[in-house]
């Protein structure tokens, strides 16, 4: 084996409906060993679900097709391999479409599906295992949309031993599209935690797509080109080391800063990042500019993993509707509360009138007022809002109701309506997300190539040993000089935010060592509880990430119920690190001379 062999792998997509213009970008300019796509999400597969409902011939990523058709001659010819779980709940229906487009253009190429992940049939004997959600230990719902295993690397690394040019996967944890190929190319065992680690490490940081080219980076006012962003490529060596970077002459940026934020983005304890193949120890992880958008990374640990799948169920519980009003004048805010209110006592007496129950739950947001900063910061003075109502309930016709009795506030409330956004809201099936675990010896994973299918050995024995307790205490810094002066946390460190289920994620790094000790002071867990006090139903844990002088907060229960289920304006705590970075940090005169001079 070289040991100077690079592979050099590049991520084309975030989501389902992110550009299409990064594939063609990357096959052109990347000089790409391998090209993944990564476009499921929970959502995601209700959506395919219902579409497979309706069209047997469905439930895969369109968007797949779409961008790899017009690239395959240049994929062939410089022989690159593609690896996506667009293949959603119908991976055969994507495979014979994708075929035949290479057929039609003469290409002849090695297509290959890994099968396991979809247990929608097994839902009967799922109920007799007597399974509950993870969180909440409810009972599995009695019927479901969509049913998904978090499968790992072994499929796809089967495949590609097989000799398959594309794989096609279902639901798969999104880094081990990166695994995979390292695994392959490498010779990687399965038993090789620490390079397992840095490989999934390697996924991890490129599978947002653009977040660690300078995407939702805090200092984004430094970012240019947001009209042509470079999107991601690692190199990783066989040691599992490897350099993030972009392709050339795009926009963008990669640097320490870009690349921690994503690093620290959604992993919940850095110490403890639970994977099907590997529990990954990432408190030690490096990261150090090496050039012009360039950032190598290393320092990956991994132990065992555990011996079950997380596996996360979609299921109807009743409709929502959501419409928007656009309110001018004076006194918006005051208008927005009133009219919102008296919509909703208005239509909860039509449902009373009509038999048809109360609303599940009901909620409102002034947007304009600064709403997503709870009413103790919200503004009173804004002349222009967006009052969006939101309702639940049981029954579709009681929604309809109240997205008719909405359009009455332009005329017979108060004074200022001046737009009814979209007109009359559509309601739609309220979709909510179920997750738990399942040991892996209860699941069978296959490959299917060239007529040929495979099972897959998958090591189910498990071996994980939980760790001892590696939460912050309240402060684990001592700072001896007198703190004078305040300055926002934007000064002194980048941070991100991002959803772990009803979870909120909010990753903090430093920007140079020495202002650690003022951010670890003044930050606590209980601190940042109360700062988000109007969006917190749990508590808030914390841990510390030395390798990049970082801290890692997760507030339990603080999205509403999360992306499907939540009625907030923010379901995925999108915005929670940039309310954060505003928080005052108390600091030294010293410091802050120093800072002044650098911002100045």
Not at 552 to 567: D, H, P, R, V
Request: charge should be negative.
């Amino acid at each position: 084996m070289n040991n100077d062999k690079k592979v050099r792998i590049g991520c084309a997509s975030a989501f389902w409906g992110d550009t299409s213009t990064a594939a063609k970008q990357l096959v052109e300019k990347g000089d790409l060993d391998y090209l993944v796509f990564d476009f499921l999400a929970e959502v995601t597969m209700s959506i395919l679900a219902s579409a497979k409902m309706k069209d047997p011939k469905m439930g895969y990523a369109t968007d797949f097709i779409r961008q790899v058709t017009p690239l395959l001659p240049m994929i062939k010819e410089d022989g690159i391999k593609i690896l996506s779980n667009a293949g959603g709940i119908n991976p055969i229906a994507c495979r014979d479409i994708l075929k035949d487009s290479a057929d039609k253009a003469g290409i002849e190429l090695s297509i290959a599906i890994v099968t396991g992940d979809d247990l929608i049939s097994e839902l009967p004997r799922l109920k007799d295992l007597e399974i509950t959600e993870m969180e909440s230990d409810q009972s599995i719902p009695g019927s479901c949309l969509s049913i998904n295993a978090y499968l790992g690397a072994p499929g796809i690394v089967q495949a590609l031993g097989k000799g398959a040019d594309i794989v096609i996967t279902g639901r798969c944890v999104d880094s081990a599209l990166v695994l995979a190929p390292l695994m392959h190319e490498f010779n990687w065992k399965d038993s090789d935690y620490d390079l397992l680690a840095s490989g999934s490490l390697a996924g991890h940081i490129i599978e947002c797509g653009a977040q660690c080219t300078g995407g939702n980076f805090t200092d984004w006012k430094e970012v240019e080109g947001f009209h042509d962003m470079g999107f991601p490529i690692v190199e990783v060596e066989k040691n599992g080391d490897f350099v993030v970077s972009k392709p050339n002459d795009t926009g963008g940026m990669v640097s320490f800063g870009t690349v921690a934020e994503q690093f620290l983005y959604e992993i919940g304890n850095p110490a403890e990042y639970l994977l099907p193949d590997v529990v990954c120890d990432f408190t030690q992880v490096s990261i150090k500019d090496i050039g012009k958008d360039k950032v190598r990374v290393s320092g990956a640990s991994g132990s065992a993993p555990t011996d079950q799948y997380k596996v996360s169920a979609t299921y109807m519980n009743g409709y929502r509707v959501a419409g928007t009003l656009v309110i001018g004048g004076r006194d918006a805010k005051e208008k927005g509360n009133r009219i919102a209110n008296a919509i909703i006592k208005k239509v909860s007496g039509l449902l009373t009138e009509y038999d048809l129950g109360p609303f599940n739950r009901t909620s409102y947001d002034l947007l304009g007022t600064d709403s997503i900063y709870g009413p103790d910061h919200s503004k009173s003075d804004s002349r222009e809002i967006v009052l969006r109502l939101m309702a639940t309930h049981v029954k579709k016709e009681a929604l309809i109701i109240l997205s008719r009795e909405m359009a009455q506030a332009a005329t017979g409330m108060a004074a200022g309506v001046i737009n009814y956004l979209g007109g009359r809201p559509p309601v739609s099936q309220s979709i909510h997300l179920f997750s738990f675990l399942l040991s892996k010896d209860q699941i069978t994973v296959e490959t299917h190539l060239n007529n040929e299918i495979t099972s897959i050995k998958i090591a189910t024995g498990g071996g994980y040993v939980q760790k001892k307790d590696n939460r912050r205490s309240s402060s684990n810094s001592i700072i001896g000089k007198q703190k004078t002066v305040s300055v926002p946390l934007s000064k002194l460190a980048f941070a991100r935010s991002g959803d772990k289920g009803d979870h909120a994620n909010i990753g903090v790094i430093s920007r140079k060592p020495e202002y650690l000790p003022y951010i670890q002071k003044a930050l606590s867990s209980d601190l940042v509880a109360n700062y988000f006090s109007h969006v917190l139903d749990g508590e808030v844990l914390s841990w510390d990430v030395p390798g990049i002088n970082g801290i890692n907060f997760l507030l339990k229960n603080a999205l509403g119920g999360g992306g499907m289920a939540s009625l907030n304006i923010d379901p995925q705590g999108k915005s929670y690190a940039q309310q954060l970075l505003e928080y005052e940090i108390p600091i030294d005169d010293e410091l802050f001379a120093n800072l002044k001079v650098e911002y100045e």
